[in-house]
């Protein structure tokens, strides 16, 4: 993993010009808080503002003021020659030349040694040797009458450093101690404070801490940081508490809307079987363009069919195709097909129910095709598509399916292949009685059919 400064020339070269300048004025401790401030330092490589621990340290610089010994001009030159190491990446050679000062560290006085272990602390960041980096924090600590600034930025950075390698105890003890002596402690050292007592697991500290950060950014009318929010979510989804998961989500959905924030409380609504509200949010998300996932739109559809708005969720299902974020599946188009359906939009049901079963190797959708005919009074249709269907096999419901043909060659003036369907159907004790009444109803038109010919009426 990077971290701060490897690679970036320019901004050690910042740094350490900084580092050497400040020093002089023994300021260079609020500078190192600097580097190292931001939530995600680690990972993200950018030197932010301090300024709210600048003013913290100078108020306390005020409060206990100590005598301080000045950096000599031998020292300053040995600093100095380790800037210019540092910040063209020589840190090995800048290590060598604070060893060279090190071993007279008898003729230093205590701010220079403190300064000088400073300087080992940065560039052991800079090398990612982080236990070389606490040692020399903690030599820095040891110095006498060290400026109030100085020890709270080593006291801050040594917490920052055992949480970014998981020695939390030992965070949280750093985190604490310098609360206990910095004037106006800010937001973010709250919420990373809260940090780590949420992998620690003491969520109810973390709940106070984070609870406090975002309080005192909403004082300033500033929004409160994403990732803040997101551990008071990770807490709350972790005891079940899906009232308040609910108010963080609606938060963030207001300030930082994305689309897992929808879907999360979409699935807390479902959860509390708030079925207008899940629908209300899901259909917002669609809206809103973050449904981009096969199984939220037929979940969708499938509420909107519920709710009997079918053709809103056969419109949702068919844009979900042509986006190309619903399959075109025999399962999927036989869904499309149905909404269309019960929306009796019958010729786009049947289009949608044709590809179905092309794309079906058993003859259940084409049965159902036959059906879709049949209600559209397409009866040759129907009647090729059951005959087809039936002898295709894997048909469900071949009672059913025997039921439609025989409606369909009833209507097509085909009695025998009525009768036949009819009889078949009536195998099934399913549909006993319904083919029973069709085949008595194909009796009585044959006998009125015969007297009405013999009559000479056609």
Sequence with gaps: MSILFVGQTSVVRKACHLLLATAILWALPFFLSAVFSCFCFWERGVVENFSGYLHAAEKDKKKTRRKTPLIRAKTFKKLEQVQELAETDKLDEAINVLNSLKAKSKKLNSYEIAQMWNFYAFIYRVQEKYDNAIDSYHMVLKQPDLPVGLELQCIYTLAQIYHFIEKFDQAIKYYKKWFVATATPSADAYARLATVYYQVKQQDLAVENIKKAIAMYEEKNKVPKENWYSILLAVYHERGDSKNMETVLETLMAFYPKKSYWMQLAAVYD??????????????????????????????????????????????????????????????????????????????????????????????????????????????????????????????????????LGRAFFNLDKFDKAEAAFSAARKDKRSATIASQWLKYISKERQRRQQLAKSGVH
């Excluded at 009997?308 to 869904?335: C, M, Q, Y």
């Excluded at 499309?336 to 590809?355: C, D, F, R, T």
């Excluded at 036959?370 to 295709?392: S, W």
């Design 271 to 404: 959860e509390q079987k708030r079925d207008m509200d899940y629908l209300s949010v899901l259909d917002a998300a669609y809206l809103s363009g973050y449904i981009d996932k096969e199984g939220y739109y037929l979940n969708i559809a499938s509420s909107y069919r519920n709710y009997d708005v079918p053709f809103k969720a056969a419109a949702i299902i068919e844009d979900g195709i042509k986006k190309g974020d619903i399959k075109e599946t025999s399962r999927n188009l036989h869904i499309l097909s149905n909404s269309w359906q019960h929306a009796k939009e019958y010729k786009k049901a049947i289009q949608s129910l044709e590809k179905a079963a092309r794309l079906s190797e058993d003859g259940e959708l084409m049965t159902w095709l036959g059906k879709a005919y049949l209600d559209n009074e397409e009866f040759e249709q129907a009647a090729k598509a059951l005959e087809n269907g039936l002898t295709r096999g894997g048909v469900k419901r071949a009672d059913k399916a025997n039921i439609w």
